[in-house]
């Protein structure tokens, strides 16, 4: 599946991407107790450069501290996961989208369209998104296991075509 268009900016793209991943939970006080974030850091390392990685509270100061602390690194992609649900304790989706020159709204739709078919209207109570800052993507994600394996499949392949067209 794919325009031609499409392959042709995936063979243009470079594979030397660098990601920054950040872990928001109240609970979670370690990168041992933090399966799902273990799940991004492996599935980036297995194609691309994970440069940094931040397990941190559901504070909105220090999640845009995260962000332009990696943003400075010149990372290309910052995935956070935790933060995105209807619980008074989640600012992920509020803070990051306050940072955003442009949001991607085809992640969101295209994760809730997908964690439909998988756990029906349940989907309803995910705010993922994404957009860029200064440059770089950001993806914002549930903490579940399950969710982040259904954003990771949207998203990992795609990261060299997403950097590409950022970067110009």
């Known amino acids: 599946m794919g325009s031609e268009t499409s392959k042709l900016h995936q063979k243009e793209s470079s594979k030397d991407i660098t990601c920054g ?18 799940y991004i850091a492996e599935e980036i390392e297995s194609r691309y450069t994970l440069k940094s990685r931040k397990l941190i509270p559901d504070e909105k100061e220090d999640l845009i501290n995260a962000i332009d602390s990696m943003v400075n690194e010149d990372i290309d ?23 955003f020159e442009k949001k991607i709204d085809g992640f969101g739709e295209l994760f809730r369209a997908k964690s439909f078919e998988e756990i029906g209207s349940a989907a309803l109570l995910s705010r993922a998104t994404a957009g860029i800052y200064k ?13 982040v394996k259904t954003a990771m499949s949207l998203i990992i392949d795609e990261l060299p075509h997403f950097v590409h067209h950022v970067k110009k």
């Not at 991943?21 to 273990?38: M, V």
């Not at 993507?137 to 969710?147: E, L």
């Open 77 to 99: 992609v910052i995935m956070t996961n935790g933060g995105t649900g209807l619980d008074t304790r989640d600012i992920t989706v509020e803070t990051v989208e306050s940072l």
């Open 21 to 38: 991943l950040i872990t928001l939970s109240d609970s979670r006080k370690s990168e041992k107790l933090d399966l799902s974030g273990k």
């Open 135 to 147: 440059k770089t993507i950001i993806f914002s994600m549930p903490g579940s296991p399950n969710a």
